[in-house]
């Protein structure tokens, strides 16, 4: 009796622990995907408090002393310039960058230049910007 049990659920076991690997390697790269792009937007959302919220709406979506900043990756040609504005952009400016001189002009007051925050960061500003205001919009 024993035995006739053991030969019906050693297959059935060896079954189950080779579907369920097969299953986790099939869905890893989804949430390891998604798992990396909310620490981004997380770490995002604390610089964006901490340099940019008291001149651009956490809405994303409105106006305030700066612009709404939803979809501004895709207002810029080229996100290398984007980035380079956000360190530095009165030396955009100064160089006739047409969309840097284009938006100084729209605006009275002049944003302040951030040459502490290297790509990466201003990359998960811009990650928590996109998620915020697709939430908003
Ligand atoms: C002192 C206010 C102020 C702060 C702080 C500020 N900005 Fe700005 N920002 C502005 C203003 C004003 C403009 C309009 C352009 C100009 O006048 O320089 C602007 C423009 C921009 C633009 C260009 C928008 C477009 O449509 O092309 C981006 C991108 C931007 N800011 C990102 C940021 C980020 C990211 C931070 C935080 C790291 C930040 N700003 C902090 C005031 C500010």
């Known amino acids: 009796m024993n035995q006739t049990i053991r030969w019906v659920l050693l297959p ?3 079954c ?3 579907c ?4 986790t390697v099939a869905d890893t790269p989804q949430p390891t995907a998604k798992v990396t792009s909310s620490i981004e937007s997380k770490e995002g959302k604390k610089l964006f ?3 940019c919220a008291s001149c651009h709406n956490m ?3 409105d106006d305030m002393t700066g612009p ?3 979809k501004v ?3 810029w040609s080229n996100k290398e310039d984007l980035i380079h504005f956000i360190q530095n952009p009165q030396e955009l400016i100064n160089n006739n960058h047409e969309r840097a001189v284009k938006i100084a002009a729209l605006w009275p007051s002049e944003m302040t230049a951030f040459p502490q925050l290297d790509s990466v960061a201003i990359e998960a500003i811009l990650a928590f910007v996109d998620e915020k205001g697709a939430k908003n919009k």
């Open 12 to 14: 059935a076991f060896l």
């Open 16 to 18: 189950l622990i080779s």
């Open 20 to 23: 369920t690997s097969e299953t």
């Open 49 to 51: 408090l901490q340099h």
């Open 59 to 61: 809405n994303m979506v």
């Open 68 to 70: 709404a900043l939803y």
């Open 73 to 75: 990756t895709e207002r």
